[in-house]
């Protein structure tokens, strides 16, 4: 098994443990149930329109599909990695309403798995396209920057 494909795998390995560490929500107030239920839409939102934007670029693979275009458009002209937001809200709401430890404990080590990928990612996307300096220095892998269009 090739490193990108160790890693998609790893990603949906947590994924897994994430789903099924939650403790079905008992004894959390409503308000924090409904805050993660909030967190995990807008997770699975931007996870439809990063996957739309991306079009025929999408990949689960950190490795770009060949012959890609450097996406800038869309959720992309904010952050370089929206996917990776998307799927650190879907994660983190489910443990806001769930609760749970293990859903706790794999959320932040899929935060450090993606920002692994998120850096393999940027190195290959840098190696084809002269335009992602620029790009990166504009943009925040995760969250926008501020002050800087």
């Known amino acids: 098994m090739n490193r ?3 890693l998609v795998a790893a990603q949906f390995t ?3 443990v994430i789903l099924a560490g939650g403790r079905r929500g008992r004894g959390r107030p409503r308000s924090v149930r409904a ?3 909030a967190l995990g839409a807008g997770g699975l939102c931007l996870l439809v329109w990063s996957g739309r934007t991306l079009g025929r670029n999408l ?3 950190p490795t770009p599909v060949a012959g890609g275009t450097l996406v800038q458009r869309g959720p992309y002209r ?3 990695h929206p996917i990776y937001t998307a799927l650190l809200l879907l994660a983190g709401g489910w443990t806001v309403a769930r609760g749970g430890g293990v859903s706790a404990a794999g959320t932040l080590l899929l935060a450090g798995l993606l920002r692994h990928k998120a850096g393999i990612e940027d190195a290959a996307l840098a190696a084809r ?3 992602h300096a620029a790009y990166r220095a504009r943009t925040g892998a995760f969250l926008p920057r501020h002050g800087r269009r």
């Open 4 to 6: 990108d494909r160790a």
């Open 14 to 16: 947590l994924l897994t």
């Open 35 to 37: 805050a993660g239920a």
């Open 59 to 61: 990949t689960p693979l």
């Open 78 to 80: 904010h952050v370089r």
């Open 129 to 131: 396209h002269s335009d």
